[in-house]
């Protein structure tokens, strides 16, 4: 027998045609096939997609479920196990993550979420944008007003990226692509997110080191969050938003006060 037996829909299936799964109690004769995780694994309904990563013990982890979902056209186990793979420490389904702390997938409207997001935005894109953000801090946790910034500012760039591949515009795509690298590579986020860390540190020791050579913040210098995020909002989303033309009109008159 060249291929194995799904034990989904009992066929024989070549390899290419299989689940890199990771259920050590299946023997070198079953697995599982990709058309039937992607059946199975309904991106409408949660629990359907946990029951999919456990039976191939796979990590269910929320932040990529609602990533995949959001982003996707057709959502589907595939999409979401290729979010997963650049993240090291997501193995197997002891490695799951299924709350995204704060954020859900609906939030209500707060004055600190307008703060910090802007205004104008669905309960969704709030919620979206929570959930990433907390995604970031579960990476590398920002102790900071002025580190929190940076994160909004790179979800939104993350977003605007997004917006760009859907709407697949070329020249932003391209711009957007770079921008959004450049951030997160100033970040730190590059070598959790490629994969390819070939400094042979993990990003954990590249912290930690950093934390001990570089010097500490003074405090007061971040006190003024309100002053910063104006200038982020400012100087670094809306210009680049106005140089790729995604700018609104009221954007470019905040650029031009
Ligand atoms: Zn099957």
Redesign the pocket.
């Known amino acids: 027998m060249a291929g194995k037996i799904?034990i989904?829909?009992g066929?024989e299936?070549r390899s290419n045609q299989l689940l890199r799964h990771k259920n050590l109690l299946l023997d070198d004769k079953f697995s599982i096939?990709r058309?039937?995780a992607n059946e199975v694994a309904d991106f409408d309904k949660e629990e359907s997609v946990i029951e999919m990563a456990q039976l191939a013990n796979l990590p269910f982890v929320k932040n990529l479920y609602i990533d995949v979902k959001r982003n996707s056209k057709n959502p589907d186990f595939g999409k979401y196990l290729k979010k997963l793979a650049p993240y090291k420490k997501f193995q197997t389904f002891s490695d799951s993550v299924f709350t995204t702390d704060n954020a859900t997938e609906t939030v209500d409207i707060t004055p600190e979420l307008e703060r910090r997001w802007g205004k104008d935005y669905t309960e969704e894109e709030y919620a979206y944008f929570e959930s990433v953000l907390q995604g970031l801090m579960v990476i590398k946790p920002a102790t900071t007003a002025f580190e929190i910034q940076r994160y909004v500012a790179n979800v939104k760039l993350k977003d605007a990226f997004d917006t760009a591949l859907k709407e697949g515009d070329p020249k932003a795509i391209a711009a957007l692509r770079k921008a959004y690298s450049d951030d997160s590579k100033d970040l730190g986020f590059d070598a959790v997110l490629s994969g390819n860390d070939d400094s042979g540190k993990s990003l954990t020791e590249r912290i930690q080191k950093c934390e001990l050579t570089e010097p500490v913040p003074d405090d007061d210098r971040y006190k003024d969050a309100e002053g910063l995020e104006k200038y982020i909002k400012k100087w670094f989303f809306l210009s680049m938003k106005k140089t790729l033309g995604l700018a609104s009109e009221k954007e470019v008159e905040i650029l031009n006060e």
């Open positions: 799904c989904i829909c066929k299936k096939c058309d039937c």
